[in-house]
């Protein structure tokens, strides 16, 4: 049974409301996200960085919905290292609800082998952005480039360093592209803001976060919306310096680009054009494709269509 199976499952069981980045209640939107040591991050990741990281996938959640942060509860299984070193942890998740405006309201406590971190936050919006509002006709918007998450992990698992230290001699911009690429996958953004603004624009119809990967999101708001999509491969913003580097550090640009996860940049719907909304927004964002009728998933490249795989990452599946 892989991600996809079980969640239908879930829904079947308890709830078909369930499907979205977070749960609809009232004006209320609540999200939950769990990290697992060795799984999400080892340790040799600094505890700050994972008390951040645990927070930021929860507001990311937030804002693919559209909503306002208001509040977190915190559970965390401890095993002795961490617990050795929880101050620094703590810290740092005060620091982050303190910036985006989120308030840590309570939790619960346990030991463990493994550090588990799992928060439940909550937020509010009179619009909330759903997966299935997507309509044939509709653009298709990344918020940022993408591929610097998947990248930054590569390079840890291959030797690297959290400051972006090789495990061989390497050019000096190659160290400085892969120091950036490694925060971007330790140390994510939620687009909290962004979240906020696209809730309030009726011509935004739809919105999911990329965690599992474009050609997985993308295929999750398609479904939802029971139509298709075709993107175009030269759209598709990359994170800074990617393709000039890829080859030096061993990567596949248009792997870690389609299938990379964890880049928690938005992915969205609407009527207005490129411009229109980069305007209204007063920031950039990226038109790659449109929504299309026929329930498919394609991708254009060098003027010849294909069929878009999902193969973003799934917890159940050895290929991920």
């Known amino acids: 049974m892989n991600e996809a199976l079980l969640v239908a499952r879930v829904r079947e069981l308890f709830s078909d409301r369930i499907g979205d980045d977070g749960a609809v209640i009232g004006d209320q939107i609540v999200t939950t996200d769990m990290l697992v040591e060795d799984v999400d991050f080892t340790r040799s990741i600094p505890l700050p960085f994972i008390a951040r990281k645990s927070l930021a996938v929860n507001l990311s959640d937030l804002a693919a919905m559209g909503a306002t942060p208001s509040w977190a509860v915190v559970a965390l299984a401890l095993p002795e290292w961490a617990l050795a070193g929880i101050d620094s942890f703590l810290l740092a998740l005060r620091d982050a609800a303190l910036r985006h405006r989120i308030e840590i309201v309570g939790g619960d406590l346990s030991s463990a082998e493994r550090l588990t971190i799992a928060i439940t936050a909550s937020g509010r919006t009179s619009r909330p952005l759903l997966r299935s509002g997507a309509r044939p006709g509709d653009r298709i918007f990344l918020s940022r480039p993408i591929g610097g998450s998947a990248t930054g992990l590569h390079l840890l698992q291959n030797g690297w360093s959290m400051d972006g230290d090789p495990p061989r001699e390497t050019a000096y911009v190659h160290r400085e592209f892969a120091a950036s690429a490694i925060r971007r996958h330790v140390d994510p953004e939620p687009e909290v803001e962004l979240g906020m603004a696209l809730?309030?624009?009726?011509?935004?119809?739809?919105?999911?976060?990329?965690?599992?990967?474009?050609?997985?999101?993308?295929?999750?708001?398609?479904?939802?919306?029971?139509?298709?999509?075709?993107?175009?491969?030269?759209?598709?913003?990359?994170?800074p310096d990617l393709l000039s580097a890829a080859g030096t550090l061993g990567l596949r640009p248009q792997e870690v680009v389609l299938h990379g996860g964890e880049e928690y940049a938005l992915l969205f719907t609407s009527s207005m054009r490129e411009s229109e909304l980069s305007t209204r927004l007063g920031r950039p964002v990226y038109a790659i494709g449109k929504i299309v009728q026929e329930q498919e998933v394609r991708i254009v490249e060098n003027g010849v269509s294909r069929p878009l795989e999902p193969r973003g990452w799934d917890h159940f599946s050895a290929s991920s």
Do not use: K, Q
């Open 199 to 239: 809730s309030a624009l009726a011509e935004v119809t739809a919105c999911i976060d990329v965690s599992d990967g474009l050609s997985t999101d993308l295929a999750h708001l398609c479904e939802a919306s029971r139509c298709g999509a075709e993107i175009e491969r030269e759209r598709i913003p990359m994170f």
